[in-house]
């Protein structure tokens, strides 16, 4: 990878650096919570979110495990360049019945976000555009990088009170098809050991090389992850554009 590093990537119309990919990549892993109403301990983090911008609509994917529970009106991420708290207009999940409920990707959740509602200037730019040639596994060069909030790097102090919210990022290679539809497997590249619950709904993007150079793709959302495994399932990016489409 140093080789990438030295050179420019694509990541939709920018060029950038090798070097200040991941950095650049981050605005896209969201780290939604939930507004309790509890002015004690008013907020509740749930794990991760990935946004994406699918033919001009904006969505948040990320898990029903980690959602199902709350008022989906009380689902909000934070625009991270004005520090404003933003919650979507409607949830879109798949319909549950005998024949799917044991399969993944019913676990998939979207919040559409109508960015021009919310009168923040270039919102939409924290949204990673996709396409049908930034779509994994078009142009796959063999190199992925994960993102997420893992729950044991996250703190919330009610005294001070503050926030800490550590993103994680580490790279992986494809490992195969899970034998779940549309989810696949990738081994990580770990440097540190940490547990990845809070990983779901994280960020899976990969590096695609076509004539024109490199260039940063959506491969999908991460399903689910070991507390000390190097192997995390994602759904795939195309199964996901579906779903925004709908």
């Known amino acids: 990878t140093d080789a990438f590093r030295a050179t420019s990537v694509r990541i939709g119309d920018l060029i950038v650096p090798g070097k200040s990919v991941e950095r650049v990549l981050q605005k896209y892993c969201k780290h939604p919570f939930i507004q309790s109403g509890d002015p004690k301990f008013p907020y509740q983090f749930f794990g991760s979110g990935v946004g994406i911008k699918v033919e ?14 709350f008022n989906p009106e009380t689902v909000t991420i934070r625009s991270a360049p004005t520090d404003v708290t933003i919650s979507g207009s409607r949830l879109i999940k798949p319909t549950l019945t005998d024949e799917n409920r044991d399969a993944d ?4 959740r979207a919040i559409e976000y109508e ?18 040639n930034n ?28 926030i800490t919210a550590r993103a994680t990022t580490v790279k992986g290679r494809y490992d195969g098809a899970s034998a779940s539809p549309h989810v696949h497997r990738i081994k990580m590249d770990r ?10 709904g994280g960020a899976v993007f990969y590096l695609g090389e076509n004539t024109d150079g490199y260039f940063i793709g959506f491969a999908g959302m991460i399903m689910r992850g070991g507390a000390r495994s190097d192997y995390i399932h994602f759904i795939e990016a195309g199964f996901l554009s579906l779903i925004g489409q709908s």
């Open 105 to 108: 990707w019913v676990d998939v």
């Open 191 to 200: 440097k540190t050991i940490f547990d990845a619950d809070g990983m779901s």
């Open 115 to 132: 960015v021009d509602r919310y009168g923040i200037a270039n919102l939409s730019q924290e949204f990673f555009a996709i396409n049908g």
């Open 135 to 162: 779509i994994w596994p078009s142009s796959d060069a063999g190199i992925f990088i994960l993102y997420g909030y893992p729950t044991e790097r996250q703190d919330i102090n009610y005294e001070i009170p503050h």
């Open 56 to 69: 001009g609509r904006h969505f948040v994917f990320c898990c029903g495990h980690q959602i199902d529970q």
